[in-house]
């Protein structure tokens, strides 16, 4: 069954494969919110978790990290901005997700997705920003699958377009 889980001692295995995996596939890891070094696992699980709350930094916001799982396997990450900023508004917003490359193609990042806006319904979230890369379909798909309304592009640095969209979650 497919579930979202955060993150613990007990994910070390599965957490340096799915690192690996998107490692030598030379590709980004998404979100880039678990792309950290993980040789001291236990630092790891600490970084991850600490940035649930705010602390001394009214200029950071605070996430939630998700792990994709369906019993042993972890096939995905989830990230989710609790609120957010100028630069989530325009590049980023409230979820960040990303299904392992040899887990690709079978649906899951639609389902992944489903779970996240679950998940920050329960922190209050009343309508999230998803937003992606004007030339990742795939994702595109995936939002609008989730009932994704387009809003008005952001062109960032370098031209690349990044497509914005909302989802409501009251009710």
């Given at each position: 069954m497919l579930q979202l889980v955060k993150t613990t001692m007990a994910?070390?295995?599965?957490?340096?494969?799915?690192?690996?995996?998107?490692?030598?596939?030379?590709?980004t890891i998404v979100p880039n919110a678990v792309d950290r070094d993980a040789s001291d696992f236990a630092s790891y699980v600490k970084q991850i978790r600490d940035k649930e709350i705010r602390v001394n930094n009214l200029s950071w916001?605070?996430?939630t990290t998700y792990w994709?799982?369906?019993?042993?396997?972890?096939?995905?990450a989830a990230n989710i901005r609790h609120?957010?900023?100028?630069?989530?508004?325009?590049f980023g917003g409230h979820i960040g997700y990303g299904i392992k490359p040899s887990a690709?193609?079978?649906?899951?990042?639609?389902?992944?997705?489903?779970?996240?806006l679950e998940k920050a319904k329960?922190?209050?979230?009343?309508r999230a920003l998803i937003t992606c890369d004007r030339t990742n379909v795939a994702s595109r798909q995936v939002i609008l699958n989730n009932?994704?309304?387009?809003?008005?592009?952001?062109?960032?640095?370098?031209?690349k377009?990044?497509?914005?969209?909302?989802?409501?979650l009251k009710g």
């Open positions: 994910q070390q295995a599965q957490v340096l494969e799915f690192l690996k995996e998107w490692r030598e596939r030379e590709e916001v605070p996430s994709l799982t369906d019993g042993d396997e972890l096939l995905g609120e957010l900023n100028d630069n989530l508004l325009n690709r193609g079978r649906g899951l990042a639609t389902k992944q997705l489903e779970l996240a329960e922190l209050g979230i009343e009932g994704g309304i387009p809003d008005t592009p952001f062109t960032a640095e370098g031209g377009i990044v497509e914005r969209f909302w989802i409501e």
